[in-house]
């Protein structure tokens, strides 16, 4: 069975610009969840996805938004970047995203912003 | 709302010794799932254990066990016959239903094993 596969690995952007990333879950899989990962404030959530609708949001500006797809694939949006968006982003799926599911992640998206 | 503490940033142990990382939660929620995950340098996030709060025995996998002590919300990973391979930071998480079982981590340990 295959794992979480994200897309691209790095990535190089500069400030303003805007990126996309790309997350497919492990079929079957219907919850999509987006973490941000930096040395300074570690893992933060960003938001879920299940079943095509945003069923959960962290507390990140409206510059980060997101979407999934019927096949369960989601993807990332960040616009108008700014240097502190660089950060490693991590998808990761679960069954149900419910209370004892574990989630599998990717291995993530090392985005850097110059 | 709930807090994960790991207050090793980082420990070193010998191969094939064993490892203790210490977790402590803080939650209101009677139900509640306990994660631990490692994060090699590769970056990739690995399930390692499970315990949920209504669970009487310690989970255990492998050579990862989780040492659950309730009344003092702990839920400390030891690693036994510590692998060369079992460099990396590890992270103990959580899901509340409060919090719309998102899971929330805590900062995490680095473990260093020492040939």
């Known amino acids: 069975k295959a794992g979480v596969t994200q897309t691209p690995r790095y990535l190089i952007k500069t400030r303003g610009q805007q990126v996309t990333l790309s997350c497919s879950p492990i079929?079957?899989?219907?919850?999509v969840s987006w973490y941000q990962q930096t040395p300074g404030q570690g893992l933060q959530f960003l938001f879920e996805?299940?079943?095509?609708?945003?069923?959960n949001k962290g507390n990140f500006p409206g510059r980060f938004s997101g979407r999934q797809f019927s096949n369960s694939r989601s993807e990332m949006n960040v616009s108008t970047l700014e240097l502190g968006d660089s950060a490693l982003y991590l998808c990761?799926?679960?069954?149900?995203?419910?209370?004892?599911?574990?989630?599998?992640f990717g291995q993530g998206t090392r985005l850097t912003v110059v | 709302a709930q807090k994960i503490t790991q207050t090793q940033p980082g420990m070193f142990v010998q191969e094939k010794e064993a490892v203790t990382l210490d977790c402590t939660y803080d939650?209101?929620?009677?139900?509640?799932?306990l994660f631990w995950y490692k994060q090699p340098s590769s970056g990739e996030m690995i399930f390692l254990i499970y315990?949920?709060?209504?669970?009487?025995q310690n989970a255990t996998e492998g050579r990862y066990s989780l040492n659950f002590q309730k009344a003092r919300k702990s839920a400390n990973l030891v690693i036994s016959a510590s692998q060369l391979g079992d460099s990396a930071m590890y992270f103990c998480?959580?899901?509340?239903?409060?919090?719309?079982?998102?899971?929330?981590f805590g900062a995490g340990t680095t473990v260093t094993v020492r040939a």
């Open positions: 990761a799926s679960s069954p149900t995203g419910g209370g004892s599911t574990e989630a599998f």
């Open positions: 079929s079957g899989h219907r919850s």
């Open positions: 996805y299940f079943s095509e609708t945003q069923r």
């Open positions: 939650t209101s929620d009677q139900s509640y799932g």
């Open positions: 315990q949920g709060s209504y669970d009487e």
């Open positions: 998480a959580m899901r509340v239903p409060s919090n719309d079982y998102k899971l929330s």
